[in-house]
């Protein structure tokens, strides 16, 4: 099952928000070999799950999956490491979701893979 395959492959930033740090300076969550400026070299690190809304939008026609939470924000964040990643912001009325909010990012159920049922957790975010 190749859905099966990349989850597990996945687990180390979705469950642990485990990142790399590239000797630029570069962030990364996921992983990747080579960072922007072609740099080859890092160091695996843990994210504190601390960071800021850069940008967000209200999504109000999601896919089958999503289709009983809707209307729910995404945000893209920069967590206090510089890494950035999209989440779904819970447990947040919309009034408090804005650019520049302070999130954190807890680990909560995202979605259940569908026959197979495979259910997948991950991050996301909580304006705090």
């Known amino acids: 099952m190749a859905n099966s395959q990349r989850y597990t492959r996945e687990i180390p930033h979705r469950f642990r928000l485990e990142a790399q740090k590239f000797e630029d300076g570069f962030v990364s969550l996921p992983n990747r070999y080579i960072s922007p400026?072609?740099?080859?070299?890092?160091?695996?690190?843990?994210?504190?799950?601390?960071?800021?809304?850069?940008?967000?939008?209200?999504?109000?026609?999601?896919?089958?999956?999503?289709?009983?939470?809707?209307?729910?924000?995404?945000?893209?964040?920069?967590?206090?490491?510089?890494?950035?990643?999209?989440?779904?912001?819970?447990?947040?009325?919309?009034?408090?979701?804005?650019?520049?909010?302070?999130?954190?990012?807890?680990f909560r159920k995202i979605m259940e893979e569908g026959h197979s049922g495979i259910i997948n957790y991950g991050y996301k975010a909580i304006v705090i």
């Open 37 to 106: 400026s072609g740099c080859k070299n890092f160091e695996k690190i843990t994210l504190s799950g601390k960071g800021k809304i850069l940008s967000y939008t209200i999504i109000s026609t999601p896919s089958d999956q999503f289709k009983l939470i809707k209307p729910f924000p995404v945000a893209i964040i920069e967590t206090e490491e510089g890494a950035r990643l999209t989440a779904m912001i819970t447990d947040t009325p919309f009034e408090k979701v804005k650019i520049g909010a302070n999130v954190e990012l807890v």
